[in-house]
């Protein structure tokens, strides 16, 4: 095994007992993205950092007393500023931007001792469920079953090609409507959306902010706890930011869930779900089952509302989040002809600079906004999210811990493949993942299994708010139980 | 609710995006579209429920009105595709 497969308790283990040094890791995972440019997973590759955090992390290390994080080497999805390091969240309109400040999560995990590696792609503004509307072209899946390329899912894509590949130990990624979950499993990792106000949104570049939450994309669960400890902060930057303490996650892990409720609720057996996924479901019912657990079907009655709301309420905030792009204070502007005045300026600049995807929120956003309209798509969408909150709050009321679902209608697609659909159809990706965000809950995608196609799929595990420490002991019983340890074979 | 393509300029200006004349027919196809989608939210009953403002039960934090950052306009300058003498430079607004 090279250093660069290595997890990150595996990692931390052996740096403290001194067998391997930050500086090994990382050259092992900086010659790693060399060889994988055919993935595409990384935009923007940042060696000497890498390599100056890496010494600084050695000689924490040394000095003893170095925290979980100290050494690790991350992807970060390009969603995040990153100080003097290009940020262009894989969109034209923010080409050449380099923040003259870092987000809070990153600067977290700086101060922890982690290495930065690069930055990685994404869909453009984290719009998309498979990096094809990055500006940098899509990232490609490191699972390959025949000549076809696959995505590895939206928006953090990038994220979950490089931690699949072993491009890095772990990634950050973001999740708005299942960016982190849907690309988690869709490659076979970890992935944990956090509960909204856990983890500082300052410095992220904004997509939908009543929904955005960043978290880590990992290789384990235990790694997902270690991650998600050192990315969590209470953040006066952010005043969504919820003054709840963080606490230690991996402590949580005992592995123990007997006596514990899991709900399976009927609403998210959908029609036209492929067989191999109610299997699957079923099969990680059972696994939990087995544990001890208790099995209770339940019911979120408002469930098929839920992708409606969510693409009336995050178009709307993103049109009005995105409009701070205008070609004045930062990125791209258009060239602009004779006579052109400042309203030509906005016009062509936005054009321009946004893809389609985006050009199509913002308008979908600007139109539920609009005089006449307001009440009836967007308050409606804001009454129909307050109501699929209430499922959950019942849910959990009548003594649910976590609740099992699958984490996506189908394994990986093929790039291009879904070029001819309609918007609506991409936007299905969404299906499981979304309500999460809606109600502001904590969700973790776990590899439970291949298709028949050898492609891996995850479930998804929710937790009530604030339990993302009882919501990842779960994923590790669930991890444990189906002990998928699966990898890509290396094509690249 | 089916946008026509007049709707669709009219969303186009106001989102500040310039889309060329034959490119609305399109524009007021992709949007008619997704409208539709959405029409699914009137069979919800949602009479006596409040449009939610704060997915988490919490008031937004207060902090004293007072200056904490500052005094650094070459490092905001610094990204502006167009910046003269400390200031963002944009084309004639007035007249």
Redesign the interface.
């Known amino acids: 095994m090279s250093l660069n497969q290595l997890t990150i308790s595996a990692a931390r283990d052996a740096l403290r007992k001194g067998e391997v040094t930050s500086v090994e890791i990382t050259e092992s995972c900086l010659s790693a993205i060399d060889g994988a440019d055919a993935l595409n997973a990384y935009c923007a590759k940042t060696p000497e950092i890498a390599l100056a955090q890496a010494k600084a992390a050695d000689a924490r290390i040394k000095a003893g007393d170095a925290p979980a994080m100290c050494g690790i080497p991350l992807g970060i999805k390009d969603l995040f500023c990153t100080k003097g390091v290009a940020t262009q969240a894989a969109s034209k309109i923010l080409a050449g931007f380099k923040p003259e400040y870092e987000s809070t999560v990153t600067q977290n995990l700086w101060d922890a001792g982690a290495v930065m590696l690069g930055k990685v792609s994404m869909d453009e503004f984290a719009m998309g469920s498979s990096t094809e509307t990055a500006c940098y072209g899509p990232a490609v899946n490191p699972w390959k079953i025949d000549d076809r390329q696959l995505t590895p899912g939206g928006s953090s894509g990038g994220s979950a090609a490089a931690v699949a590949a072993d491009l890095c130990l772990a990634a950050t990624g973001t999740d708005t409507g299942g960016s982190i979950r849907q690309p988690a499993a869709f490659t076979g990792i970890v992935g944990i959306k956090p509960t909204y106000g856990r983890v500082s949104r300052w410095g992220v570049v904004a997509f939908a902010s009543s929904l955005d939450q960043a978290g880590p994309m990992t290789k384990t669960v235990r790694d997902a706890a270690i991650m998600l400890g050192a990315m969590a902060s209470v953040d006066p930057k952010d005043s969504t930011s919820v003054e709840i303490p963080v606490p230690d996650f991996e402590a949580a892990l005992t592995g123990d869930i007997r006596g514990k409720k899991i709900g399976i609720p009927r609403e998210y057996r959908i029609e036209g779900m492929p067989e191999e996924i109610g299997k699957l479901w079923d099969e990680g019912t059972a696994m939990l089952r087995d544990a001890g657990a208790e099995i209770v079907e339940i019911s979120l009655p408002h469930t098929k509302y839920a992708l409606p709301a969510y693409y009336v309420i995050a178009p709307a905030e993103a049109s009005s989040n995105l409009a701070r792009y205008d070609g004045v204070r930062y990125g791209y502007r258009a060239k602009l002809g004779a006579g052109d005045g400042i309203v030509e300026m906005y016009e062509k600049t936005r054009a321009e600079g946004f893809g389609p995807e985006v050009q199509r929120r913002i308008m979908i956003g600007t139109y539920v906004l609009s005089a006449g309209f307001y009440d009836a798509y967007y308050n409606r969408a804001r009454r129909v999210r307050a109501l699929i909150k209430r499922d959950f709050d019942q849910v959990f009321a009548a003594g649910v811990d976590a609740i099992l679902t699958p984490a996506t209608p189908s394994s990986a697609f093929g790039l291009g493949e879904m070029a001819d659909a309609s918007p609506v159809e991409m936007y299905l990706n969404d299906v499981f993942t979304v309500t999460v965000n809606l109600a502001g809950l904590p969700g973790i995608s776990v590899p439970v299994g291949l298709d028949a196609k050898g492609l891996p799929m995850g479930l998804q595990l929710i937790g009530r708010p604030w339990g993302e420490g009882d919501l990842l002991n779960h994923a590790l019983v669930l991890e444990r139980a189906a002990g998928f340890t699966h990898k890509p074979s290396k094509w690249w | 609710m089916s946008?026509d393509i007049d709707?669709?300029r009219k969303?186009?200006?106001?989102?500040?995006?310039?889309?060329a004349e034959e490119n609305l027919p399109k524009?007021a196809q992709?949007?008619s579209?997704?409208?539709t989608?959405?029409?699914?939210?009137?069979?919800?009953d949602?009479e006596g429920?409040?449009?939610?403002?704060?997915?988490?039960p919490?008031r937004?934090?207060r902090?004293e009105d007072v200056v904490t950052d500052g005094g650094?306009a070459e490092?905001?300058l610094?990204?502006?595709?167009?910046a003269r003498e400390g200031f963002?430079a944009?084309?004639?607004?007035v007249e």
């Open positions: 946008i709707t669709a969303v186009a200006h106001l989102a500040r995006i310039a889309v524009l992709d949007l579209g997704i409208l989608f959405m029409e699914q939210l009137n069979e919800v949602v429920v409040e449009p939610m403002t704060s997915v988490t919490m937004l934090k902090r650094y490092k905001i610094k990204n502006a595709p167009d963002f944009v084309p004639k607004v």
